[in-house]
């Protein structure tokens, strides 16, 4: 067993809830609330996580995400899109420090992940800037968030993920997209399940985690979530996590362009509004449907309500959506 320098007090914070919405909440509310240092390992169900800098739309595969009502969520921190689901567990490590020119640093907080793995008879490898890896596939990917003088860094770990869900959850559309966001970088990925030299479940694997860790930050205690945390982290998701304001309007503005069946569309989107559009074809009342979806919200029901305030057949319809990149 590796044990860490580190001398501080820290908080092991456990929680069974598996709403993502929750859990991305729950990670900002306690870097910023709290002055203590934080360990949390959770998990959540099936969800796309974009980074903070990204553009959504550009990221994630529209038309698969809303077939399956996958959630999506923007995070505090930066770093590409990820996939969670029960398979994935995921880290979060909050710490303070007075030295605020080097709060990030992946290396390090890496490190206990590694130790862990090895626990298990793994090789981890630290690979980029901020990816884990076995055998050269990706296990985890890692961001941070610095606030004052607090830092979070957290990250991913494909136990037993499904990994078809993932790569399509992320694929991207036919359509172009011209912007200035930060771009996922995408990797091949394996499960830590499939290279572990004994199978275990992923409780168990969780629970060995734990105590890894808590040895690892000699943590002594578990801390749950009090009513007032949880009341304060509704109103977070609330206000912030479930707006699409957040989660879609954060995204920087961009070019889209798409061409289907003869039909080419070319839209600037600003703050998730479009701004200009032009569509170059024989659509059925172009010019004022063109008119009527200028300052309207780039999202499949806003759209889908202007198309079906006219007289446009079902299979119009669904060519001019899958036009717009929503199916």
């Keep these: ?47 796309v996580v974009v980074g903070k800098h990204q553009n959504t739309i550009a990221e994630v595969n529209m038309s698969f995400i809303h077939k399956n009502n996958i959630p999506v969520i923007r995070r ?36 206990p992940i590694i130790g862990f793995l090895d626990s298990l008879g793994l090789v981890a490898v630290f690979e980029g800037k901020n990816n884990l890896t076995i055998n050269n596939k990706k296990i985890s990917g890692n961001s941070a968030h610095v606030f004052k003088n607090r830092v979070m860094h957290h990250g991913t770990l494909l136990f037993n993920t499904n990994l078809d869900n993932l790569v399509t959850s992320i694929s991207q559309g036919d359509f172009s997209i011209t912007d200035k966001s930060v771009k996922s970088i995408r990797a091949n990925v394996v499960n830590i399940a499939d290279h572990l030299p004994q199978p ?38 609330k206000d912030k996590y479930k707006s699409w304001d957040w989660n879609y309007g954060y995204s920087p503005s961009y070019n889209y362009k798409h061409e289907l069946n003869g039909i080419k569309l070319n839209l600037r ?6 701004e200009n559009i032009d569509i ?38 669904n060519l001019y959506l899958m036009l717009f990149g929503f199916y």
Aim: one cysteine or more; hydrophobic letters at 35%; aromatic letters at 12%.
């Design 269 to 274: 989107i600003n703050r998730g509004i479009i």
């Design 1 to 47: 067993m590796t044990v860490s320098e580190y001398n501080g007090i820290m908080k092991l914070i456990l929680r069974n809830n598996t709403d993502p919405y929750f859990n991305i909440a729950a990670e900002e509310h306690f870097l910023k609330n709290y002055s203590e240092d934080i360990l949390m390992i959770w998990q959540s169900s099936p969800s």
């Design 200 to 237: 275990i479940l992923t409780e168990e694997f969780m629970e060995k985690m734990i105590v890894y860790f808590s040895n690892y930050f000699n943590i002594d205690s578990t801390f749950r979530l009090s009513d007032n945390d949880t009341t304060s982290i509704d109103k977070l998701v």
């Design 76 to 111: 505090i921190s930066g770093g590409g899109t990820v996939y969670h689901d029960e398979g994935n567990i995921n880290y979060s490590i909050i710490t303070s420090s007075d030295n605020t020119e080097k709060l990030v640093d992946f290396r390090k907080a890496t490190v």
């Design 280 to 317: 170059d074809g024989a659509i059925s009342f172009k010019e004022e449907i063109c008119n009527e979806l200028l300052n309207v919200k780039y999202e499949k029901e806003a759209v889908e309500e202007v198309f079906t305030s006219y007289q446009i057949n079902m299979d119009d319809l």
